[in-house]
């Protein structure tokens, strides 16, 4: 039976009901803190409009409490104008250039006197979103302050942030508010927790977390992060008077934004004073970081007298807070085995507070490093949290060294041997670092473990640390191969606890393991190259390694990265024309490095190995005539040659045999097509293109750079008319993007990055 009107009009009648509720219950749990209904009687009405939307989708709006998550994951960010420039702030950490800062304002203002707002400084991303007649439009990244990127999907997630402004209206034909996003302390903990026992990598601290999630092009993996947002300054504003902060702070409470409750006036510089020094006291009682704090005139009348610079209002000030630094006594030096076999050299504190958590351990990177700086034990040391969780020891306090403090020596203090396994141990000259020889160190097996279970490998969720750890020292894992042999009982009852205090891993979590096992067995070549954790290869590598490969087994004899260690051996002058076989490739390369000429011979000409090489998109030619790899440099190329040559590589092509897995590249495909995809499907999208990094990125900076060079870009330091692309991560150094804006330089994001270097993965 067809839907009459008046059953239309019913269903939009009780929807809107249930919209304004569900509203103001969000409003009163997220914002107010001050909730009036459980939570199972919340879930009862967003249920119920739920199940009307369904029945009735033509009355689904995007301002609906239920459209918080929704949408199909983007390709990339949208970049779009700032309706007014987003500015940043002056900085300082001086109280003597806050008081000139006072003078300035007084000066300025001649005969009034200033009334300033003291804020928190939330150490976050900024954003600004934008409201119309009431309506969520648009949330922007700060970007280059003139632009930003849309992630408007992104923000919708956040419960607090209001969808459309709250009350009965008229509102204001615009309304654009600016704010930080950011990430509680016990948020980012929790997120860490989960990444930690998913096998992912964890975030250096709180701000580069709420960056990376923002950043994120799926709204559904956003949403199961625990962002956050408060409210601080206006953006453009149109059929709305607003005259002060404080009455900036009153607008935003009526529409149902968060803002921060603690906040200060002052009218002098010894108030201010006062205020920055209590809020600095307090600073550790925040649930969220803090940096500083922000001191703004008040009147927005007094703001136009006093006016802004490029970059900064001069009617604001931020006042950064030193990073906090303790002495403490060095006690002992231990030694941690990574999943290469690299030895890091940790320091065992005596536990001291610091920035608002306990700490007893700090790292000492390498041997280099202690030697640097003169690190012994016994040592008072000074240590410093700089915004990051791992906290690093900054140096030594000579005048308190006690007479018997001991030199470093790394070999000397482990014996020469594996803290772990007990093996030798060797110094790996390239890296300043110590290795452990024994592959099946049980140390580096739980690491290669975790490795091999992260989500960019086989993503095997649920064996992260502590399970992988279990599973090794309770014999059900050596390898990470061994994981495909695992059985329900034996890892169901595995002990995640210890013999006093047992914690069994549980039915529904082996179960659940056992599937992700299972469908690792169909992961493609890229996913399983990743996995293996072949030193050098990243994610671009493995990508156009399973694209130019049928299947593992291809790769295990590759002739693609053997014409093109060839075409760069001869290119090199290492290798006559025409091409050995591989085992003499691996000497010949060796030999070379030591610098013992072999006389050997290529089996084939330069000009057949480019012609097999270029259709592939894996070398290009240079300025000066010389072929050179885009994507897959000799170092990597031979990295994977010499796994599949070695020992260990032939085992695990054995046991992939016996197991029946042969990952399926995309090779086969690559061949059928024309040399104009192949090279449309370019692996050099980034060719002849210069880019400059800046800013908080989602992952290390130079893990980005790796994948521009891998892409066929050239990463340089410095913005310079040479420079393509200057990357703009989170809270750019204004130095930088108007260096950028002076040369013309294009600035871009991370995700605009991240799609130029999809382009050449297709
Ligand atoms: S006011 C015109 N207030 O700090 C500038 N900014 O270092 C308006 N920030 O870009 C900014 N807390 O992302 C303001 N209470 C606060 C803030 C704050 C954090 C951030 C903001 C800004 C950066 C400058």
Not at 231 to 259: N, P
């Amino acid at each position: 039976m067809n839907p009459t009107p008046t059953d239309i009009a019913a269903a939009r009648a009780r929807i809107d009901v249930l919209r304004t509720e569900i509203r103001r219950h969000d409003r009163l749990y997220y914002v107010e803190a001050a909730p009036e209904i459980s939570d199972h009687d919340y879930d009862r009405l967003y249920q119920e409009l739920k199940n009307l939307e369904q029945s009735w989708p033509e009355l689904v709006t995007p301002d609906s409490p239920t459209q918080r998550v929704a949408g199909e994951p983007l390709t990339a960010f949208a970049t779009k104008p700032h309706a007014l420039p987003m500015l940043s702030l002056d900085n300082t950490y001086d109280e003597n250039d806050l008081r000139r800062f006072h003078d300035y304002v007084c000066r300025g203002l001649r005969d009034e006197q200033p009334v300033y707002v003291i804020e928190p400084k939330i150490d976050g991303v900024s954003i600004s979103v934008r409201y119309e007649h009431g309506q969520l439009v648009q949330a922007l990244t700060r970007g280059d302050g003139s632009q930003g990127d849309d992630v408007t999907a992104n923000l919708k997630t956040i419960p607090s942030l209001p969808l459309r402004l709250a009350g009965p209206g008229p509102f204001p034909e615009v309304f654009e508010v600016r704010g930080e996003v950011f990430i509680s302390k016990s948020g980012f903990q929790l997120l860490n927790a989960r990444r930690q026992a998913q096998g992912e990598d964890e975030f250096a601290n709180a701000r580069n977390a709420a960056a990376g999630t923002l950043k994120l092009l799926d709204p559904r993996q956003v949403a199961e992060r625990p962002l956050d947002v408060l409210f601080y300054a206006q953006g453009e504003i149109i059929g709305l008077e607003i005259t002060s902060q404080q009455q900036l702070f009153q607008a935003l409470a009526d529409y149902g934004f968060r803002t921060q409750a603690w906040r200060r006036t002052a009218d002098d510089f010894t108030s201010i004073a006062a205020a920055i020094r209590e809020l600095l006291a307090a600073k550790h009682d925040f649930l969220y970081d803090i940096d500083g704090a922000v001191i703004k005139v008040d009147s927005f009348a007094q703001r136009e007298i006093l006016g802004l610079t490029a970059k900064a209002p001069s009617w604001a000030r931020a006042f950064k807070y030193e990073p906090e630094r303790r002495e403490t006594r060095l006690r002992a030096i231990t030694v941690q085995v990574g999943r290469t076999g690299v030895l890091t050299p940790v320091a065992e504190l005596e536990p001291v507070a610091l920035a608002g958590s306990t700490i007893a351990r700090a790292t000492l990177h390498n041997e280099d490093e202690i030697a640097r700086k003169d690190i012994r034990i016994g040592d008072m040391v000074r240590i410093e949290k700089a915004g990051d969780v791992i906290p690093a020891v900054v140096n030594v306090v000579l005048g308190k060294r006690p007479p018997d403090a001991k030199p470093f020596d790394f070999f000397q203090h482990v014996g020469g041997k594996c803290p772990s396994c007990g093996s030798d141990i060797q110094r790996d000259p390239q890296f300043a670092a110590w290795r452990c020889l024994n592959l099946q160190c049980p140390a580096q097996s739980v690491r290669r473990l975790g490795h091999f279970a992260a989500r960019q490998a086989l993503d095997l969720e649920g064996l992260g640390g502590v399970v992988a750890e279990a599973l090794v020292e309770q014999g059900l894992v050596r390898e990470p191969l061994d994981v495909f042999a695992l059985e329900q009982e034996p890892l169901a009852s595995l002990n995640l606890g210890t013999t006093d205090a047992p914690r069994q891993f549980g039915t529904n979590n082996a179960k659940r393991l056992l599937d992700a096992i299972a469908r690792a067995r169909e992961m493609p070549l890229s996913n399983w190259l990743l996995a293996l954790g072949i030193p050098e290869v990243g994610a671009a590598t493995a990508f156009h390694i399973g694209r130019t490969h049928r299947d593992m087994r291809d790769l295990a004899e590759s002739s693609v990265l053997r014409d093109l260690l060839a075409l760069l051996a001869i290119q090199d002058g290492v290798l006559p024309e025409p091409q050995p076989s591989l085992a003499e490739l691996g000497d010949l390369f060796a030999a070379a490095e030591a610098r013992q000429p072999k006389a050997l011979t290529a089996k084939a000409s330069k000009d057949e190995l480019v012609a097999r090489l270029q259709p592939l998109g894996l070398i290009k030619l240079g300025s000066n005539g010389v072929y050179v790899t885009t994507v897959i440099g000799p170092k990597t190329a031979r990295n994977i040659v010499d796994f599949f040559a070695s020992e260990t590589g032939k085992e695990l092509l054995q046991r992939l045999e016996e197991l029946g897995i042969n990952p399926p590249g995309t090779g086969a495909e690559a061949e059928t097509e024309t040399d104009a995809t192949a090279e449309a499907a370019g692996a050099t999208p980034l060719a002849g293109k210069t880019f400059v990094i800046t800013g908080t990125l989602s992952e290390e900076r130079e893990a980005v750079a790796a994948k521009i060079r891998a892409a066929g870009g050239t990463v340089s330091s410095a913005v310079s008319r040479n420079t393509n692309y200057l990357v703009a991560g989170a809270n750019v150094g204004a130095r930088k993007t108007e260096k950028a804006a002076q040369l013309g330089v294009r600035v871009i994001g991370e995700e605009e990055l991240r799609a130029m270097l999809k382009q050449g993965g297709g």
